[in-house]
């Protein structure tokens, strides 16, 4: 898949009222560039989760790239890289214009429907005006599912999984709690470079990890070999280590600004309320719950399935939680599958 960068000159306006001056966003699309309606080719439009990036094939491997059920060479499969994230769109770690230096904690505070919205100026630049299958799971089904009501007419059909219609308490908690610990370090709120923060950082991704995992996957796989061994370190070093992974590839500042993303979603604002905002959505949607996601339970995928016209629901097992919209490859490829070839 081919990177490339879209360039809004004007001023981007914010849920919120403030304004972004100027709008830099990447994405990744397929290597043939897309030729507008008669270009022959399905549509198929991936919204990534919170820490990934625009590059499906690295994230989704299994799933994405030549050969693969959604394959680029195959379909027009397009990624946009979420507004926020450090991954080359506008975020707080790009200089703020008019200054030297980034934007750190100037950068507004931005919601799911702001990140939305620069999908949606790149879809126009791109020149699609259908697209046959829209993707996206946690942060990606938010996204997926605010566009579906924006945009209804735009989508033909869609696989959204492990998230809800609205944030929760539960998750605006563990979102809280990183925000708790990036600010219990010092470096946070110095802004003197885009490493401060990083121990705050590695402990917010340590808390996240328990939120996308479970009881079950963490006693099976870091378990100790040893039953008798005086102090159990097994799962430590796991935590330390998926937290320096984490500071090797993101910084804090972005991440504390996509926090506030997740607490902002709820697609009934301003619209009536949630059931009348799904009321809205004519896509043929497949709502995919994993039995063991302790962050979305299934209840919420149920409850979207109730109230979108044209939905079902769908619910895959699997012991790895919340990620396992990630990891359960072979059931969800199914689903991808049929939903490709219908």
């Known amino acids: 898949m081919t990177v490339c960068e879209y360039h809004h000159n004007g001023s981007f306006l914010l849920e919120s009222g403030e304004h972004l001056d100027g709008l830099t966003v990447r994405y990744h699309c397929s290597d043939i560039p897309y030729k507008g309606p008669g270009d022959g080719r399905k549509v198929v439009w991936i919204c990534?989760?919170?820490?990934?990036?625009?590059?499906?094939?690295?994230?989704?491997?299994?799933?994405?790239g030549p050969g693969k059920i959604i394959d680029p060479e195959k379909y027009f499969v397009i990624c946009v890289n979420m507004l926020g994230s450090p991954y080359g769109s506008t975020s707080p770690a790009s200089v703020k214009p008019g200054t030297d230096?980034?934007?750190?904690?100037?950068?507004?505070?931005?919601?799911?429907?702001?990140?939305?919205?620069?999908?949606?100026?790149?879809?126009?630049?791109?020149?699609?005006?259908?697209?046959?299958?829209?993707?996206?799971?946690?942060?990606?089904?938010?996204?997926?599912?605010?566009?579906?009501?924006?945009?209804?007419?735009?989508?033909?059909?869609?696989?959204?999984?492990?998230?809800?219609?609205?944030?929760?308490?539960?998750?605006?908690?563990?979102?809280?709690?990183?925000?708790?610990?990036?600010?219990a370090d010092p470096t946070f709120r110095e802004c003197r470079s885009l490493k401060g923060g990083q121990a705050g950082l590695r402990c917010a991704r340590a808390i996240a990890l328990i939120s996308y995992r479970n009881y079950i996957c963490y006693n099976e796989s870091q378990a100790e070999s040893d039953p008798d061994k005086l102090f159990a370190d097994k799962v430590c070093s796991y935590q330390q280590y998926q937290g320096k992974k984490l500071i090797d590839r993101f910084d804090a500042y972005s991440y504390y600004c996509?926090?506030?993303?997740?607490?902002?979603?709820?697609?009934?604002?301003?619209?009536?309320?949630?059931?009348?905002?799904?009321?809205?959505?004519?896509?043929?949607?497949?709502?995919?719950?994993?039995?063991?996601?302790?962050?979305?339970?299934?209840?919420?995928?149920?409850?979207?399935?109730?109230?979108?016209?044209?939905?079902?629901?769908?619910?895959?097992?699997?012991?790895?939680?919340?990620?396992?919209?990630?990891?359960?490859?072979?059931?969800?490829?199914n689903i991808l599958q049929q939903m490709l070839d219908d």
């Open 48 to 64: 990534h989760a919170f820490t990934a990036n625009s590059d499906p094939q690295d994230w989704w491997p299994d799933l994405v």
């Open 101 to 183: 230096r980034p934007y750190y904690f100037d950068f507004p505070k931005i919601t799911v429907r702001d990140i939305v919205n620069a999908n949606i100026l790149v879809r126009k630049h791109v020149g699609v005006e259908r697209i046959d299958l829209m993707i996206g799971g946690s942060i990606g089904g938010f996204q997926a599912l605010e566009w579906m009501v924006m945009e209804p007419e735009i989508m033909k059909r869609s696989l959204v999984s492990a998230c809800g219609a609205r944030v929760t308490p539960w998750v605006t908690a563990y979102n809280e709690s990183q925000r708790m610990a990036l600010e």
């Open 258 to 333: 996509l926090t506030y993303s997740l607490d902002s979603h709820n697609i009934g604002r301003g619209r009536g309320g949630v059931e009348a905002a799904l009321k809205r959505i004519k896509a043929d949607t497949v709502i995919v719950g994993i039995d063991s996601d302790n962050l979305f339970p299934v209840e919420e995928q149920k409850f979207m399935a109730e109230h979108i016209d044209r939905a079902m629901y769908a619910e895959i097992k699997s012991k790895y939680g919340h990620d396992g919209f990630l990891i359960e490859s072979g059931p969800l490829g």
